[in-house]
Every structure is written in structure tokens, then in C-alpha cells.
């Protein structure tokens, strides 16, 4: 894994921050509290989420920020080829957010949890197997020396992962206990069978008895229900005979009735019938003023119609001279815009030419703008890049030229006596190939003077060649305003002819015949007139309503002479039917007593039934217990079984984390090893772990248990990285990128040195190296140097890059 860019927005302290890592060993460098930290916090939460973050989602916002802030992180790395790039942001309530996955500038997941279970299993680590492996966090380069044995084992096994086979064992473990607690728990809760089978037994012999007093109750039931049968239809009979004595005496009660309000009804229709007579003899001597009322009606709406003709004859009329008017202005424009349309053409052309040349040249000086800006940035970073080398040459040596032959080697602490002329000889070689180079590459960076005079060149043709396109364009401007009014006008010039031509055939379809004279006159006449007419209506309303009186009066006089008949009809029927009052309510009494009878015995029954009923209910419980007994019976053999397995599984859990802490030690003595070896440039090359997990150097086959400052540092830097190894190729990463964060902890300034050169000698392994401290001094160690500084008054952090020239200037 590579990390490429981090960008930062209102997260925490840093409100916009970009930083882009380089390769080699780079130091972030800031006072405490400066927020260095922060920046890998920052990469673990763009990864991971929330469960990588200190307190919660909500607390990230930076603290001055405004309330809506956008709170982002932006991670762009590397791994197997592919460009990654991970973007996570947070909504204004903190709760929720964002999150989108890009491989290779393509979408590959969105969603906060979904990005998280992504980048888990491109990594193949969870957050807490990638912080053990790729980062060493304060004072961890002697993270054991305060620890026993044992905790040195656990330590290491917990950074590993086989915490997480430890956990499996306890919970194998408490689900054997708890399997144990619930057999206790059955075992007790067991019934006794032989009580089982008497209750039994019992609650048979109390369902035999229900039984038969159930067969009791319904011999009863049958004989009360034969005596209420033969009553029946006896009382049926009575029951229908009062039924239709009841009707008939209602109906003749109800014809009665109806005679008194018909020979009321034919006193009313006689009154009215007289009254008709009069209103016929006053409309007949109303007629001949009707007649002349509606001759002179029909005339006045005939002059009406022709009213309204004679209105809309005068509206056409003003709306054909104004159209003819427009149309006389809008020929005589026509007349002074012809041509417009070959000038537009023309300039049109023209300009189409002049872009053409105008792209042309802008495409020739944007290419020679960039070709120069591209060598001159490329010679001045390989003169800046060769500059640092050779300062950073320069300084070791006079280090060296100081110590003399007493000097002691960086990396062993050893005298370099005899070896010093050798050594300060191939430091000479180094920094003259680094001037020579510096040299020719400053001389070309001059050359480069001959671009602006061809740049110069082509700027005054591009503005000569915009300013003739500016005046074209506004001549074509001009040109499409007269070719757009001219296309307008033609439109309207046709439109209004059409318009003219409705106009003129409308007027001439109008009728004509209409007097005003004529018209007031019959006016008047209908106003005259008006009373007589209304009267007529309403004498003629009242007339229309004789041939319905005379009808009903024919009706109601043939309901009188068929009421009083039926009425005689009615009086022979009830005579006829012999019924007798006080016969019918002597049955009624002697019926309802067996019905209540009846009644009492079919509840008895229903009650003998209920005893049977729960006699077969405590029954049909007894063979349940007895049933749950055997099912819990079964049960109990089935948690037995379980909880073997489960002591079993236990005792497998207890072998297997034996045999996998027998198997650190060797593995992690041949990675430290190797690491070792390469740090020392060779001097040792064996690191053996003793039982109690405490590391010894090997010196030519044989221990050294005293070794010195920087031998120790050296030690635990190796052993460190060997756990972190271990645990990445377990992952199936390749272990590329390491960070350090103020692994210094008390270390003098030599072994600080000691220690940052002995990451120099891992950049072969290690394409990245991090290292996070607040020291100041070892900015002239690394290879790349990042400040992060905070502003008391904002109560912000910023990330600066500075050369060590800079540096040497502040000090100045």
C-alpha cells in the first residue's frame, strides 16, 4: 500500500489542509497538540469510518467551522496496481454522511458502512490489523521492556489476532456452563410418571360418570319436547284465527276512515269546479288585446336580430381601415431592408474563416506555453532535488572530517580509523558529480529564453486576429437584427392580408333591414300591453287545471260507492269467523308453561355436556403432561450430547492456541533477522527470541546481553517491524508503507539520529516511511519534511513544506 494525497475539510482542527506524500522517508514535524496526529486519524477515518475515530462522528466537525460546514476527508493510495480513491463526508448533524469507493477513476461502492466492508476486504484488515501493522504508535519501539514474560506473549499474540481464538474458547466455554445450568434446570423441573398415570386413571373414571348423566338429562329433554310437540299445532291454529280477526277489525276501522275524508274531498272539488267557470268568462274578454301583443312581439324580436348584425357591421368596419394602414407602413420598410440577407451571408463567412485562424493560433501558443513551462519546471526540481543532496553530502561529511579517525560509524558506533580516507573520498566523488550535474542543468534551464520571443510572436497575431473577429461579429449583430425584422415584417405583411380578407367577407355576409324608429315604437306597445298578457297566463294556468278536477271528482265518487260496500263485507266476516278471546290466552298459558320446561331441560343437558367436556379436558391435560414429559425427556439427552461437544470443543480451542504460540517465536526470529540485517548493512544478521520472549543479538555465533543504546534501539525498531510483517502477510499485503508517530519517547538526540538513519537504510524495503514527532531537530535527517503549525487566534492547523534552506535562513 502507497498513499498518494490526503485532503482535509473542517476536520477537527485542520479546516483545509492538502498534503501529498512523497516517497522516501518523510517527517511531519509540529509542536504537540500542533494536530499531527490528526492527520492519521484522518486516514483511518476515510477507511474505516467511525469505529477508527476518537469519540464520535458528531465530534470531528471542526469547532469553527460554521454550523453547516462540509466536513470531508479525500484519500487518494496505491495498492496492486490500482489508484484508490476514498471519499467520506458527514451531513450538518454529524449522524450521517457519505461515503463513495473509486478504483482507477471508476465508482466501485457508495455508502458509509458499504465503503467500510469494501475497503476491508481489498485490504484484508479489519482497522485494528491495519493500525498494528502499518503504524507504531507512541513509545512503542519499546512497547515489552516494562512487560514479564508471559505479557510479552500476550502482548504479541494480541496484536496478531489470537485474542479473537482466545474469545472463541471462553464462549465455547460459557455456552458449556450455560448448557449445564439448563439441564440443572430441567432435570428439576421433571414430573413424577407414576403421579402421571394415576391422575390418569382418575380422570377417565370422572368422565365414565359424566357420561351417563349426560344420557339422563336428554331422556328428559325428549319427553318434554313430545308434549310440546302435540300442543303445537293446536295453538298454530288459534294463533293464525287471532291474526285474522286482529286484520279484519283494523281494515274496517281504516275503511271507515277513508269514507269520512272522500265525501269531504268531493264538497272541496265542486267549490273549485264553480270556480273555473268564472276565470273562462274574463279570459274570453281579454283576447283581442292578447292578439295585439304578441303580433307586435313577434315583430320586435325579428328588429332585435338585426341589432346586433348592425353593431358588429360598425366594428368591422374601424377594424379594416386600421388593418389597411399597417399594412401600407409595413411595405414601405420592406422596401429600405432589401439586401439584408447576401450581407449576413458575407459576414458570416468571414468570421467562420477568422475563428478557424484564431484556433489554429491559440492551439500553436497554448503547446509552446506549455512545452516551456514543463522543461523549466522539470530542470529547476532536478536542480532544487540535486541541491538538497549534495547540502545533505556536504554536512555528513564535515561531520565525519570533524570526528577524524576517532569517529565512530552512524549506523555501529564503531571507529572508522584507517577506513576515514575512504569514506570522506567517496563523499568528494559524490558531491562533485552532484555540482557537474547542477551545472548542465542550469545552463540548459537559461536556454530556454528563445520560447518567449516565439510566445511573444504569436500573442500580437491571436490579438490582432480577436480584435478583427470583435468587429465582424458586430457588423453580423447588426446584420441579423435588419434580417430578423425584415423576415418578421414579411410574416406580419401576410398575416394582416389574411386578416383583411376574413374581415371583408364577414361584412358582407351580415343581414341588413334593421329601423331604429320601428324598433323604440314596438318598445312601447309591449310595455302597454305587458299586464294583459300576464293575467291571460295565469287565468289560462288555472284553466288547464279543470279536465284533472273533473277526473278526480269521477274518482273519488267511485272510492265512496266501493268503501261502503267493502265495509258491509267486512262486518259479515268477522261474524263469520267464531273466534273467541278468552279460548285463545287459555291454550297460550298451558303452551308457554311446556316451552319453559322444555327449556330447563335442554339447559341441563347443556350442563351434563360441560362436565363431560372438562372431564375430557383434565384427561386430554393429563396425556399432554404426560406427552411435554417425554419431550423434555428428549430434550434433556439432547443438551447432554451438546454439552460434550461444547468440553470437547473447549480442550481443541486450549491445543490449537498452544500450538500457534509455539509458532510465533521462530517466525518472528527469521523476519527480525532479516530486518536486522538489512539495517546494519550486514554487522548482524541473527536475532533469536528466548522462551520469555526477549530479544538477544547473536554476534558471530554467539549471544551479546549487553548491548549498546543504539544496538537496542536497532533491536526493537526490527522486532517491531516483524510483528508488523506478520500480521500484513497474514492479510496477503505487501508490507510498503510504514508510520512512525513519536516513537522517540526519552531517546537522547544520537539514538534519535541513530534511529532515522537506520529507517534511511530501509527505504530498499519500504517504498513510504512517516515519521510523526514534534523533535525539530531531524528535519535535516529525512528526505522530505512536512511542518504542521497551529494558529492560536483561528484555532487552526496548516501544513507547510519547507527546503532546509529555508530552514538554514529562520536560524540565521
Same mark, same amino acid.
Request: proline share 2%; aromatic share 4%; glycine share 6%.
Given at each position: ?176 456452563l450455560g448448557l449445564e445450568r439448563e439441564i440443572q434446570g430441567l432435570e428439576k423441573g421433571l414430573p413424577d410418571p407414576y403421579e402421571l398415570a394415576q391422575r390418569a386413571a382418575a380422570a377417565q373414571e370422572s368422565l365414565k360418570a359424566a357420561s351417563a348423566a349426560l344420557s339422563e338429562a336428554i331422556l328428559r329433554h325428549q319427553q318434554v319436547a313430545d308434549k310440546v310437540g302435540k300442543l303445537a299445532p293446536i295453538k298454530e291454529e288459534l294463533d293464525q284465527k287471532a291474526k285474522r280477526y286482529e286484520e279484519l277489525t283494523r281494515r274496517l276501522e281504516m275503511d271507515n276512515s277513508d269514507l269520512q ?89 468571414? +468570421? =467562420?474563416?477568422?475563428? *478557424?485562424?484564431?484556433?489554429? #493560433?491559440?492551439? %500553436? $501558443?497554448?503547446? /509552446? @506555453?506549455? &512545452? ?82 516565439? +510566445? =511573444?510572436?504569436?500573442? *500580437?497575431?491571436?490579438?490582432? #486576429?480577436?480584435? %478583427? $473577429?470583435?468587429? /465582424? @461579429?458586430? &457588423?453580423?449583430?447588426r446584420a441579423d437584427a435588419k434580417l430578423s425584422e425584415f423576415q418578421t415584417l414579411a410574416r406580419d405583411a401576410q398575416l394582416k392580408k389574411s386578416q383583411l380578407d376574413n374581415l371583408l367577407k364577414r361584412l358582407d355576409s351580415l343581414p341588413k333591414g334593421f329601423d331604429q324608429a320601428r324598433f323604440q315604437e314596438l318598445q312601447k306597445i309591449g310595455e302597454e300591453l305587458r299586464p294583459v298578457r300576464e293575467r291571460a297566463i295565469a287565468l289560462r294556468a288555472a284553466l288547464d287545471r279543470e279536465p284533472s278536477i273533473r277526473r278526480e271528482e269521477e274518482s273519488v265518487a267511485a272510492q265512496v260507492d ?251
Open positions: 500500500m502507497k498513499l498518494i494525497s490526503l485532503e482535509l475539510e473542517n476536520f477537527r482542527q485542520h479546516r483545509n489542509t492538502s498534503i501529498a506524500f512523497p516517497d522516501g522517508v518523510t517527517g511531519i514535524i509540529g509542536p504537540n497538540g500542533a494536530g499531527k496526529t490528526t492527520i492519521l486519524e484522518a486516514i483511518a477515518w476515510a477507511l474505516y469510518g467511525a469505529p477508527a475515530v476518537r469519540g464520535k462522528n458528531e465530534n470531528i466537525r471542526s469547532i469553527v467551522s460554521e454550523p453547516n460546514a462540509r466536513v470531508s476527508a479525500v484519500l487518494t493510495f496505491e495498492l496492486g496496481g490500482h489508484i484508490y480513491k476514498i471519499t467520506r463526508s458527514l451531513e450538518a448533524s454529524g449522524r450521517g454522511g457519505q461515503a463513495v469507493l473509486e478504483a482507477d477513476g471508476k465508482a466501485l461502492r457508495s455508502g458509509m458502512s458499504e465503503v467500510s466492508e469494501a475497503v476491508t476486504s481489498i485490504l484484508g484488515m479489519d482497522y485494528r490489523a491495519f493500525f498494528t501493522s502499518f503504524f507504531t504508535g507512541q513509545k512503542q519501539l519499546e512497547f515489552m521492556a516494562a512487560l514479564d514474560g508471559r505479557g510479552r506473549e500476550a502482548a504479541i499474540s494480541r496484536m496478531l489476532g489470537y485474542d479473537r481464538l482466545t474469545k472463541a474458547r471462553e464462549q465455547a466455554n460459557q455456552d458449556r275524508r272522500a265525501k269531504q274531498r268531493m264538497g272541496q272539488l265542486r267549490q273549485e269546479l264553480d270556480d273555473l267557470d268564472a276565470k273562462k268568462r274574463e279570459l274570453e274578454s281579454i283576447l283581442p288585446d292578447l292578439k295585439r301583443y304578441e303580433e307586435a312581439g313577434a315583430e320586435y324580436k325579428k328588429l332585435k336580430d338585426l341589432q346586433v348584425y348592425e353593431a358588429e357591421r360598425q366594428q368591422l368596419s374601424g377594424q379594416i381601415n386600421a388593418i389597411n394602414t399597417e399594412i401600407r407602413r409595413i411595405q414601405s420598410r420592406l422596401s429600405e431592408l432589401v439586401g439584408v440577407q447576401e450581407e449576413e451571408r458575407k459576414l458570416s463567412e468571414a +468570421i =467562420a474563416e477568422t475563428e *478557424k485562424q484564431l484556433s489554429s #493560433l491559440e492551439e %500553436q $501558443l497554448r503547446l /509552446l @506555453r506549455e &512545452e516551456h513551462v514543463a522543461r523549466k519546471h522539470t530542470l529547476s526540481a532536478q536542480i532544487e532535488q540535486l541541491e538538497k543532496q549534495n547540502a545533505d553530502i556536504q554536512f555528513r561529511r564535515s561531520q565525519i572530517a570533524q570526528s577524524g579517525r576517532q569517529g565512530v560509524c552512524p549506523t555501529c558506533e564503531r571507529p572508522l580509523g584507517d577506513e576515514l580516507e575512504t569514506v570522506l573520498g567517496r563523499f568528494d566523488a559524490q558531491i562533485e558529480d552532484t555540482n557537474r550535474r547542477i551545472s548542465a542543468l542550469t545552463a540548459e534551464l537559461e536556454g530556454l529564453s528563445s520560447y518567449q520571443l516565439n +510566445i =511573444a510572436d504569436l500573442a *500580437k497575431e491571436r490579438d490582432r #486576429l480577436a480584435r %478583427q $473577429l470583435e468587429d /465582424l @461579429r458586430k &457588423e453580423k449583430s266501493e268503501l261502503q260496500t267493502r265495509i258491509v263485507e267486512l262486518e259479515g266476516s268477522i261474524e263469520a269467523l267464531g273466534f273467541s278471546t278468552e279460548e285463545h290466552e287459555s291454550l297460550s298459558r298451558e303452551f308457554q308453561e311446556a316451552v319453559e320446561s322444555l327449556n330447563s331441560a335442554a339447559v341441563e343437558v347443556e350442563r351434563r355436556k360441560g362436565e363431560v367436556n372438562g372431564a375430557r379436558l383434565v384427561l386430554q391435560n393429563v396425556e399432554r403432561e404426560q406427552c411435554d414429559y417425554e419431550d423434555r425427556m428428549q430434550e434433556l439427552r439432547l443438551k447432554r450430547r451438546e454439552h460434550a461437544h461444547l468440553r470437547v470443543l473447549t480442550e481443541a480451542f486450549d491445543r490449537l492456541r498452544t500450538e500457534l504460540n509455539n509458532g510465533i517465536r521462530p517466525e518472528l526470529e527469521y523476519i527480525a533477522s532479516e530486518l536486522l540485517s538489512v539495517m546494519t548493512d550486514g554487522r548482524y544478521n541473527v536475532l533469536r527470541i528466548s522462551e520469555d520472549y526477549k530479544p538477544v543479538v547473536v554476534d558471530d555465533g554467539e549471544e551479546k546481553p549487553v548491548i549498546s543504546g543504539g544496538e537496542d534501539d536497532i533491536v526493537n525498531l526490527a522486532l517491531r517491524l516483524a510483528i508488523s510483517q506478520m500480521i500484513a502477510d497474514r492479510a496477503g499485503q505487501l508490507f510498503s508503507l510504514l508510520i512512525l508517530d513519536e516513537v522517540f519517547g526519552s531517546l537522547d538526540e544520537t539514538r534519535r539520529h541513530n534511529v532515522v538513519g537506520l529507517l534511511q537504510n530501509l527505504k530498499n524495503r519500504f517504498e513510504q516511511i512517516i515519521l510523526i514527532t514534534h523533535i525539530e531537530s531531524i528535519h535535516d535527517a529525512v528526505d522530505n519534511c512536512l511542518w504542521v503549525e497551529f494558529d492560536e487566534e483561528t484555532k487552526t492547523s496548516r501544513v507547510v513544506e519547507r527546503r532546509v534552506e529555508d530552514l538554514v535562513e529562520a536560524v540565521v
